[in-house]
């Protein structure tokens, strides 16, 4: 079946670390975004790519990073530079209008 | 920019009442229009769409119209079924430009659902 993977499904950050969250898709889609999701709150763009090794900042892009070096694949890393990651990190594909979704990885600080 | 809004929850209904969630948008231009559910721990759907002015998105019994003139896109369902608890977003998109593909959400609606 075709679809998006996210992975892990829950992640733990530790005071100054890095962590990446992975996301692949084997639907062809040219187009992929990262979310992010507060309680209460819709979703925020942080990162949005539409081909391959090419990215632009969404709205939130501050303390995050990614890289677009295969057609299938669009990690994003949350740097220590992000005071407030907790939350939950959705990742969207598409070709043209509409975007499907992964599963999401929920994000915690130890 | 654009906009979402969207009506504030939590819902909470019975089983088979009638459901509406509302939902304005500013934009800029002729947008496509989206309803996305997401259920509990899991990614988002899309539940239903609207590309142009007065086209009725439809799926699973839901419904909701593109009205341009109140530049609305109002959810609604005739009987509601406990399955049906999740939370919905309405959500659009500007065809065209560097902006093609972007959604901008609106904050979501919890809907809960009793038997």
């Known amino acids: 079946d075709g679809g998006i993977t996210q992975s892990p499904k829950y992640l733990f950050r530790k005071e100054g670390q890095n962590v990446t969250l992975s996301c692949e898709q084997n639907l062809n889609h040219d187009a992929m975004y990262w979310y992010r999701q507060d309680p209460g709150q819709g979703l925020r763009l942080i990162y949005y790519?539409?081909?391959?090794?090419?990215?632009q900042k969404g709205d939130i892009a501050e303390g995050y990073s990614v890289s677009r070096e295969k057609k299938e694949s669009f990690p994003l890393t949350v740097t220590s530079a992000q005071k407030n990651p907790t939350a939950f990190y959705l990742c969207?594909?598409?070709?043209?209008?509409?975007?499907?979704f992964g599963d999401g990885t929920r994000l915690s600080i130890l | 920019g654009n906009s979402v809004t969207q009506m504030e929850g939590p819902v909470t209904l019975s089983e088979e009442a009638f459901l509406t969630i509302n939902c304005t948008y500013t934009?800029?231009?002729?947008?496509?229009l989206f309803w996305y559910v997401q259920y509990p721990g899991e990614g988002l759907q899309l539940l239903l769409k609207?590309?142009?002015?007065?086209d009725k998105g439809s799926n699973k019994g839901f419904e909701a119209t593109y009205r341009k003139e109140t530049t609305s896109f109002h959810l609604e369902k005739g009987s509601v079924q406990v399955s049906d608890s999740a939370v919905y977003f309405c959500a659009l998109t500007n065809a065209g430009g560097t902006s093609y593909g972007k959604l901008t959400f609106g904050q979501g609606t919890i809907l809960t659902v009793h038997p």
């Open positions: 609207a590309t142009k002015a007065d």
């Open positions: 934009a800029t231009g002729y947008p496509s």
């Open positions: 969207a594909s598409s070709m043209g209008l509409f975007q499907h």
């Open positions: 790519s539409q081909i391959v090794n090419d990215f």
